[in-house]
């Protein structure tokens, strides 16, 4: 009954990681761009995640390392500060990016502008992992976000065409906009693919204590789990390219277009619908990212870490988040635009992606660490095609966006 529990738990926290900022956005500007043809953007992403996932799990139960720590004694020093560097700037994107989402619902509710909100919803994601538990951040916050299951209830009171719903699913090229239909499409694989998320997954492994006996629970949770996320992500998507093109809009230009899109299904509630789950999955995301990233560096250089110790117990992993806090909040207290911001960031995911995952794919074919556990031919190279197919849109896609404007 107990791991019962815990698998349960597992599923519905995955939304605390999986649904966020990024997946609003780019699920937002998808489909009042190009309809419901982008679903399969997030159908191949969430594959590749539920392979990551599980084989980060795993990693753990076989081999009682960590992948931060797994990397560095594998590849060495070296390699381990150029992976460091590189997925330190991109959670840092990402972590500015959900501090933005978290400022931005407050601002829809308050009317008092985002920029005012940047320091106070620092100061309290810094508090809840200083005061904070393992499992508070992991089921707490996660559980509330619940909320964005407002999502599929407006995908079925929307009733939208389901058969061209399905070819969705089915990648096509687009008939307007090609560079911008692969922009669009590689943030979307950045948004599902986030590193902080394995990164985190094999730390609560390790936190919670997992042995052997939970191969068959990391399997479930990391299948279901995802998938469950992913089919509210699929809903954002849908219910966007329910409202917004009839409207004349297919070009989302800021949150302040996002914030009504459950008013054609839920009224004046869906506004504040919205606002609750861009508020409570962003914070979510952002104490997931911030310890994630704790957990990097900690790991890496073989420092104490837990979030379940007291601070003062492991100084050098508190202060790496509160660190990187402080400096996360900072664009949004400027003024960066949140959106701009986010899209940006999610795109520059997906082009860092082979620098972590691939140095991960060795160890889970090293019998040295996981024994009998390794890989099979599918997981490996069904993760291999996904992430080197997002690496080379991302490279064609993001300079010419950027300087094509």
Known sequence: MKKLLQISLGIVTSVGGFIETGQIATSAQAGAAYGFSLLWAIAIGTVCLIFLIEMSGRFAIASHHTVADGMRERFGSNYFLLTLLIVSIVNLLVLASEIGGVTLALQFVSGVDYQWWALPVAFIVWLLLWKGTFGMIEDGVAILGLVALC????????????????????????????????????????????????????????????????????????????????????????????????????????????????????????????????????????????????????QGFGWNWSEDAKPRTNPAFSLVYTGFIAVAFMPIAIGVDPLQLTIFSMAITALALPFGVVPFLFLMNDRNYVGDHGNGWISNTAVLVIIGLSFIVALITIPLQIFGG
């Open 151 to 298: 999502f599929v209830v407006g995908v079925f009171v929307m009733d939208p065409p389901w058969l061209e719903v399905a070819k969705g699913l089915v990648p096509t090229l687009p008939d307007k906009q090609p560079l911008h239909y692969g922009f669009i499409a590689v943030s979307i694989l950045g948004a599902v693919i986030a590193p902080f998320l394995f990164l985190f997954y094999s730390s609560g492994a390790i936190e919670e204590k997992w042995d052997k006996s939970f191969f068959g629970a990391n399997r479930v949770i990391s299948t279901l789990g995802m998938s469950f996320g992913a089919v509210i992500a699929a809903a954002i998507l849908i219910v966007a390219a329910l409202a917004y093109p009839p409207r004349g809009i297919t070009d989302i230009e800021g949150y302040d277009q996002i914030a009504p899109i459950l008013t054609p299904a839920l009224g004046k509630w869906g506004f504040y619908l919205f606002a609750a789950s861009l508020g409570i999955t962003c914070l979510g995301a952002a104490l997931e990212a911030s310890l994630g990233q704790a957990y990097l560096v900690a």
